[in-house]
């Protein structure tokens, strides 16, 4: 797949920080969130008028009640101290699986029993039964495809990207970046591998990794991470945490990507000449590491910087969108995040909007900033992506004066 490096205006360009919308209403929605996608799909598809035999209704709103009751449940025993593997792997497939039914059932149970009653089609239970088998072939049908989605090898995503500061020797460079691939519960190590062959294929200068490796410590996914050992660049591998490796045990995985031949750039940079100039590749911490109390750990652009030539263009890793507004300020001309998965399955983007700048794609913030948000190339949790597809990104750096022509 190929894309041209147009940018996209993104909102609050440049801004200070602010309070996150997001997470104002996060507080609440571990209390009705359970209950919303449990009961709406329940009452839509078995007590709107349906008129279901009694022992068809009794059993589907038992199975409703039981997934209500066992989701948090499995998710507490699968990602709380107890982190049973079975028990996420449950608790991440029930709640991807009422996502996707509170969603159709709000959607399909409104507008076509809207369509059926304009239109006169049908009495009233033979609408009522029309929604909910439209419901649930939908929902069944984004489920299986969205399921095949999060578990194939990502598509290669091929974008230039012209940086008006660049250096006519740096023209052409290629850059790929993978992010929060998040291993986890269900073993993907036959898939990091294949990933990390076709990374290979891609012939890289520069391979980044900008975080969210994993849901556990390094020593219980050391075996899904160590295909990225066999990564291949021709000048740097280089790796920022995520917030996920700050609920595991982050300094582990620091360590492991260290030893795999990846080199963490936790507040600090290195410098990448070809052809007479010179890169700035800098990387900074999660800005959820301060808060970790992990010691060391924090979100720091100006140690990042410190001793870099000013004159010099910067490419910066930080693995989420939001560290933008510190990026403008700091004159990067280009950051790499991850972090949003382009909401992973749709419509959860409009959540992501409310806490993140941009959520998918190259973007463009303040006069000189340019920001690439990947929407990931694994999946977190629910094992399923539906409309925002996992990728591997391919960026070939522009010069605005190249010398040849790659």
């Known amino acids: 797949m190929t894309d041209t490096s147009d940018t996209r205006p993104a909102e609050g360009?440049?801004?200070?920080?602010?309070?996150?919308?997001?997470?104002?209403?996060?507080?609440?929605i571990p209390l009705i969130a359970p209950i919303l996608l449990w009961a709406v799909p329940?009452?839509?598809?078995?007590?709107?008028?349906?008129?279901?035999?009694?022992?068809?209704?009794?059993?589907?709103?038992?199975?409703?009640?039981?997934?209500?009751?066992?989701?948090?449940?499995?998710?507490?025993?699968?990602h709380g101290r107890r982190q049973q593997d079975r028990a996420a792997i449950v608790g991440?497939?029930?709640?991807?699986?009422?996502?996707?039914?509170?969603?159709?059932?709000?959607?399909?149970?409104?507008?076509?029993?809207?369509?059926?009653?304009?239109?006169?089609?049908g009495?009233?239970?033979?609408?009522?039964?029309t929604v909910t088998w439209a419901v649930l072939a939908v929902s069944a049908v984004l489920?299986?495809?969205?399921?095949?989605?999060?578990?194939?090898?990502?598509?290669?995503?091929?974008?230039?990207?012209?940086?008006?500061?660049?250096?006519?020797?740096?023209?052409?460079?290629?850059?790929?970046?993978?992010?929060?691939?998040?291993?986890?519960?269900l073993d993907r190590a036959r898939w990091s591998a294949r990933v990390c062959e076709t990374v290979n294929t891609l012939e890289a200068?520069?391979?980044?990794?900008?975080?969210?490796?994993?849901?556990?410590?390094?020593?219980r996914r050391r075996a899904q991470a160590l295909p990225l050992g066999t990564v291949r660049a021709t000048r740097d591998r280089v790796y920022v945490t995520g917030n996920h490796e700050y609920y595991?045990?982050?300094q582990g995985w620091v360590d492991l990507m260290e030893e795999l031949g990846w080199e963490p750039l936790r507040n600090r940079h290195l410098l990448l000449e070809r052809g007479g100039d010179t890169l700035v590749v800098a990387g900074v911490d999660?800005?959820?590491?301060?808060?970790?109390?992990?010691?060391?750990h924090r979100a720091h652009l100006a140690g990042a910087l410190e001793g870099a030539d000013p004159d010099l263009p910067v490419l910066l890793l930080a693995h989420q969108p939001t560290f933008v507004d510190r990026a403008v300020a700091g004159g990067v001309d280009l950051q790499l995040s991850g972090h949003t998965h382009g909401g992973q399955i749709w419509p959860f983007h409009h959540l992501v909007r409310l806490d993140q700048p941009a959520l998918a794609g190259l973007s463009r913030h303040g006069a000189r900033t340019l920001l690439y948000t990947s929407r990931g190339t694994g999946f977190w949790g629910p094992p399923f992506r539906v409309f925002a597809p996992s990728e591997i990104t391919l960026l070939v750096l522009r010069s605005p004066h190249p010398t040849t022509s790659p």
Request: proline letters at 4%.
């Open 248 to 250: 595991s045990e982050a």
């Open 286 to 296: 999660d800005v959820t590491a301060e808060s970790s109390g992990l010691a060391g």
């Open 143 to 185: 489920l299986g495809w969205g399921y095949a989605e999060a578990r194939r090898v990502p598509r290669v995503r091929r974008l230039d990207v012209r940086l008006p500061r660049l250096g006519a020797g740096l023209d052409g460079l290629r850059v790929v970046l993978i992010t929060d691939t998040h291993y986890g519960p």
């Open 123 to 129: 009495e009233g239970q033979d609408r009522a039964r």
């Open 13 to 28: 360009e440049a801004r200070a920080p602010r309070r996150s919308r997001l997470r104002r209403v996060m507080r609440y």
């Open 42 to 78: 329940c009452w839509v598809l078995l007590h709107t008028g349906q008129h279901w035999p009694l022992p068809v209704t009794l059993i589907g709103t038992a199975l409703f009640v039981l997934g209500l009751v066992g989701m948090p449940l499995a998710m507490a025993r699968g």
């Open 205 to 219: 200068d520069l391979v980044c990794h900008t975080g969210d490796i994993a849901d556990g410590t390094a020593e």
């Open 92 to 121: 991440d497939t029930l709640l991807g699986t009422s996502w996707v039914l509170f969603t159709w059932s709000v959607l399909i149970g409104g507008l076509l029993r809207l369509f059926l009653t304009v239109a006169e089609v």
